[in-house]
């Protein structure tokens, strides 16, 4: 999916290992109504990578979250949110697939 299509789509990052998908919920939720929240968790121990994506079903939402979240703390750690983005090397990859 190119992240064009979803422009409610929000990186967070700099995440406490123990915050969960409830919580991201819980803390985003505030700000609309949240598609998808998909944190992102080691392949071999299921335990937090220390970021995520929350995707709202409104891109005036989730721009009003990036701007009130970046930069606070959940979970006793500042986190970084800002505009999902397509990493570099998907550019690199043929459109047609």
Do not use: W
């Amino acid at each position: 999916m190119v992240e064009a299509d979803r422009p409610g789509k929000l990186f967070i990052g700099g995440l406490n290992t123990e915050t969960n998908e409830k919580a991201l919920e819980a803390v985003f939720g505030k700000y609309g109504r949240i598609a998808e929240v998909l944190l992102m968790k080691d392949r071999e121990t299921s335990k937090s990578r220390g970021f995520a994506f929350v995707t709202f079903e409104s891109p005036a939402d989730a721009k009003d979250a990036a701007r009130d979240m970046n930069g606070k703390s959940l979970d006793g750690k500042a986190i970084k949110v800002e505009q999902a983005t397509k990493p570099s090397f998907e550019s690199d990859l043929p459109q047609n697939i």
